[in-house]
């Protein structure tokens, strides 16, 4: 699509942001429809991440090219050394190369006439009439009919126009080692490390990469989107020191690059209103216990486009006109995402010792069970129990509460009986 010298550029459909979500929409509505698109973002692939993700769906979208390293296993550990391992057939698990994938969406979408990409920020929003008007970070201006919010963390338009933000965030700080020693009984093992008050109450992961190569960081889980730099990075230097064995495994190595940043947990209560849908980490779309969203970009990345290309063949974009996104996504994912977030506080505030109790849980599951679990991870519970569980807990707070004012009561009346003697 030609790009003109006055800065005011129309077209149908405008994109802000370039990771999995918006590349994989732009993708879809580029090659299914002639509406003309615009991507917007200043940094294609600017997320600094190497994830772990699923073969089948890397496959599904053409992305092999992108792979760093495969994984045959999969175990999760604590902090005690007690550990699930299970060995699947095949290497269903890989880590991507994020910017090496974001790329190549890139490259594809580029050759389509109908596509072209402003390489700004985006920095205003306003309705028009009918659409939108983007204000661009050099003062010149996007006007489409429709907008596909895809920028992640930055939540562009929920933040422009005032919508509430996903309720909780996974900041994550890791590094690359390289030069270390990677035993052989952990290649080919991918590897979750349970939260902890110390490291992060998170979790943590090992990704060998090779022999010689691994991956290692910790999370930390808040209910704000500001990145906690200096907690993540003193609980990842606790780990690096102290979480046995991949202590004595980077002992001696060097440090290739850092892994850093967050992913946004519970999805957005509206995912499509009028001439407007959001979808990857715009959207809050990663799982909300794995903290997962490469598959949920790609995924929802398509499904967005596809019901964009439907609406505006059919020349609806009202809310109603985009509404199939919405109804599709909460169908698949509403429940479980919803008890999920409802969990979330008990779940990452539990005890070190009840995840001991998960080990034992999970130990009964098959391989291909727990690739199941790792990939739609929410909780089995009814909506009933799950209510139960937060009352109790919630009297529990209350008696917790009681108990201690009691306390400081009983002890300050002890004192002054002690001060009278
Ligand atoms: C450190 C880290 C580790 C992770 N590990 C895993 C993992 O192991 N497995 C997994 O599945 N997921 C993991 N994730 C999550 C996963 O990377 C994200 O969920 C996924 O990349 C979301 O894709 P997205 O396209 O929605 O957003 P992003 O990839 O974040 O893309 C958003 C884009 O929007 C652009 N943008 C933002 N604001 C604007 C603006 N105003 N104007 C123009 N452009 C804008 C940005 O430049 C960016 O390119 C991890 C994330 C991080 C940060």
């Known amino acids: 699509m030609h790009i003109s010298e006055s800065r005011s550029y129309p077209c149908d459909i405008a994109i802000v942001g370039g990771g999995l979500a918006g590349l994989t929409a732009g993708l879809v509505i580029a090659s299914q429809g002639d509406a003309s698109v615009i991507l917007i973002d200043r940094d294609i692939g600017s997320n600094q991440s190497m994830p772990l993700t699923f073969l089948d769906t890397v496959q599904q979208f053409g992305l092999e090219e992108s792979i760093v390293a495969r994984y045959h296993s999969f175990a999760l550990r604590t902090r005690s050394g007690g550990q699930v391992l299970r060995r699947f057939d095949g290497t269903p698990l890989v880590v991507l190369d994020y910017r090496s994938a974001c790329r190549q969406l890139y490259e594809h979408l580029r050759t389509y006439s109908t596509f072209a990409h402003l390489p700004l920020q985006a920095r205003h929003l306003a309705r028009e009439a009918v659409g939108w008007r983007v204000g661009l970070q050099d003062g010149g201006e996007v006007v489409s009919r429709l907008l596909i919010d895809a920028s992640g963390i930055a939540h562009f338009s929920a933040r422009q126009l005032g919508y509430a933000l996903p309720p909780m965030y996974s900041h994550s700080y890791g590094q690359v080692f390289g030069d270390c020693n990677v035993p052989a009984d952990q290649e080919g093992v991918a590897l979750f490390l349970t939260g902890n008050p110390r490291h992060g109450n998170g979790g943590g992961w090992f990704y060998p990469l090779s022999a010689r190569q691994a991956s290692f960081g910790f999370a930390q889980l808040t209910n704000l989107s500001r990145f906690p730099a200096l907690e993540c990075r003193q609980g ?39 001439g407007l849908m959001r979808v990857g980490d715009a959207a809050g779309q990663a799982t909300p216990w794995a903290c997962m969203g490469v598959e949920p970009a790609l995924l929802n990345g398509q499904l967005c486009g ?116």
Request: aromatic share 10%.
């Open 306 to 421: 596809q019901v964009a290309v439907r609406a505006f063949r059919r020349g609806d974009l009202s809310r109603s006109g985009l509404q199939d996104y919405e109804k599709m996504w909460f169908a698949r994912n509403g429940a479980g995402y919803r008890k999920a977030v409802m969990l979330a506080d008990l779940e990452w505030q539990r005890g070190e010792a009840a995840w001991d109790n998960t080990l034992n849980q999970l130990d009964r599951l098959s391989g291909p069970e727990m690739l199941n679990s790792l990939r739609y991870n929410t909780p089995a519970f009814s909506l009933p129990l799950i209510w139960g569980l937060l009352v109790y807990d919630r009297l529990g707070l209350i008696r917790r509460g009681l108990r201690n004012r009691l306390w400081v009561r009983w002890g300050s009346a002890q004192l002054r009986r002690d001060d009278g003697r």
């Open 236 to 274: 990842f230097e606790r780990a690096v020191q102290e979480f046995h064995p991949y202590a004595e495994i980077m002992q001696a190595s060097k440090r290739e690059g850092a892994h850093l940043g967050s992913i946004p947990l519970g999805p957005v209560k509206r995912l499509a209103c009028d």
